[in-house]
Nanobody, 123 residues
Framework: QVQLVESGGGLVQTGGSLRLSCAAS????????MGWYRQAPGKQRELVAT???????NYADAVKGRFTISRDNAKHTIYLQMNSLKAEDTAVYYC?????????????????WGQGTQVTVSS
């Protein structure tokens, strides 16, 4: 089992910055990708940014140019640097990990989720 712990959320004013961290621990074998998702009140969870084993990144249109996802493989940790924050960025941010488990002819992929960290952007 893999555990994901997010940190770094908080309250900031419009235009401010925050840096989120997500540390993975437990039975980590072969990570395919990790990423950040967010969920605002009354809305479904949406993708924010992902980063693959090959360090290929993908961003939601709403955050392109403002957010940056990065990783530290030695620590099994990813980060989300959030700049120029807007009120629309207010949400609970969740960390996600996708990895390949098993071996031989019985390998499979599995997703894990963190508990979430609250980000609130006010005027």
């Amino acid at each position: 089992q893999v555990q994901l712990v997010e940190s770094g959320g908080g309250l900031v004013q419009t235009g401010g910055s925050l840096r989120l961290s997500c540390a993975a621990s437990g039975s980590i074998f072969s990570i395919n990708a990790m990423g950040w998702y967010r969920q605002a009140p009354g809305k479904q969870r949406e993708l924010v940014a992902t980063i693959t084993r090959g360090v290929i990144t993908n961003y939601a249109d709403a955050v392109k140019g403002r957010f940056t996802i990065s990783r530290d493989n030695a620590k099994h940790t990813i980060y989300l640097q959030m700049n120029s924050l807007k009120a629309e960025d207010t949400a609970v941010y969740y960390c996600n990990l996708d990895q390949t488990e098993g071996s031989g002819g019985y390998s499979y992929t599995r997703d894990y989720w963190g508990q979430g960290t609250q980000v609130t952007v006010s005027s």
